[in-house]
């Protein structure tokens, strides 16, 4: 038996927690919330899917996304290293102070040991 895909349990558990007006399908779920919409694919979050973690009450952990080394890092390559290297729900806040949310207690504490999101990323790329 194959277990199911991780952005699948996710979306199932945070549908589970809404009021019944706000229920939607599965399917449709994936499309509207996951910037990413492929099964396997990464777990940044669409505005719409931000907003209803909000109204699900997941718990979540703002970062900033201002370098304090001021190396510029708002790439796509970032974006990329982001999508593989986060391993819960995320959402990226690109308006007047840029910040990311996290929606995971044990990714939050990580990136608060690291001291900020650029360092944790680093930390996880693989090294020769």
Known sequence: MTSEPLKIRITRAVLEQLPENQ??????????????????????????????????????????????NKKLRHTLQFAIDLDKKIPCPYYLVLKKLP??????????????????IFDYIDSTKRRT
């Open 23 to 68: 229920q939607t399908d599965i399917e449709t779920a994936r499309k509207t919330w996951w910037l990413n919409i492929r099964k396997e694919g990464g777990l940044r979050l669409t505005d719409i899917g931000d907003m209803v973690f909000k109204i699900a009450e997941i718990e979540y952990f703002d970062f900033s996304l201002v370098d304090p």
């Open 99 to 116: 910040t990311i949310r996290i929606y995971d207690s044990k990714v939050a504490i990580m990136i608060g040991l690291y001291g900020n």
